[in-house]
């Protein structure tokens, strides 16, 4: 039973470029989360999708959008990238939107902005 | 806005010792979350507890719920290498915005 798969896991853009990360759920989950990690720090909450819409949002400017599509898989856009979005993308998957759900994370999507 | 506290931010130890870490907040939690981050991974879940006092144990692990319901406290007994990490507190926030937010962690070295 595979769990959350991110893809990809490594990527290098410039400013101002576009960048769009992928993200499939544990099995049985229908909930996505994303989180920033920037280095040394704690995941920092970017958005939750449950039912194919953004349901919660962290502090995050509007540069960072997403999508969920009916299978439950999403993706996470940033537009117009800065030096300061370089980080680890996690994504997180729950059955439910309720906090008290277990999250299961995948690895990360290390972006590098240049 | 919120933030949990992590405490200490590093600990450096030797291998057999005990571990203790905490974690703090100015507001309630009703869900206390203990994961654990390897290098080049995700977090992993390592204790989740859902109500004031409560104390639960994973193998070598105990984590307890603080009764002011404003901090929780990790325990590792008999710290072996594998334990290296960064440990992170989690909970989602008592009202109806249930996003979960993450301290910054403490991070676990074990000098060989």
């Known amino acids: 039973d595979a769990g959350v798969t991110q893809s990809p896991t490594h990527l290098i853009k410039t400013r101002g470029q576009q960048v769009t990360l992928r993200c499939s759920p544990k099995s049985g989950h229908d909930t996505v989360s994303w989180y920033q990690q920037a280095l040394g720090q704690g995941p920092q909450f970017i958005f939750q999708y449950y039912e194919e819409e953004e349901r919660q949002r962290g502090n995050f400017p509007d540069r960072f959008s997403g999508h969920q599509f009916p299978n439950y898989s999403s993706e996470l856009n940033v537009n117009a990238l800065l030096l300061g979005d370089s980080a680890l993308y996690l994504c997180a998957s729950s059955f439910g939107t309720s906090g008290a759900n277990v999250l299961t994370f995948g690895a990360g999507s290390r972006l590098t902005v240049l | 806005g919120q933030q949990l506290n992590q405490s200490p931010q590093s600990m450096f130890i030797q291998e057999g010792e005990d571990v203790s870490m905490n974690c703090t907040s100015s507001?309630?939690?009703?869900?206390w979350l203990w994961y654990k981050q390897d290098p080049g991974e995700g977090p992993v879940l390592l204790i989740a507890?859902?109500?004031?006092?409560e104390l639960t144990s994973n193998g070598r692990l105990t984590a307890q719920f603080g009764i002011t319901r404003k901090d929780s406290f990790l325990n590792i007994s008999a710290s072996i290498p594998s334990d290296v990490g960064i440990y992170f507190c989690a909970g989602p926030r008592q009202n109806r915005d249930d996003k979960i937010i993450f301290g910054k962690g403490t991070r676990l070295h074990i000098l060989p």
């Open positions: 507001s309630i939690f009703n869900t």
């Open positions: 507890l859902y109500k004031a006092g």
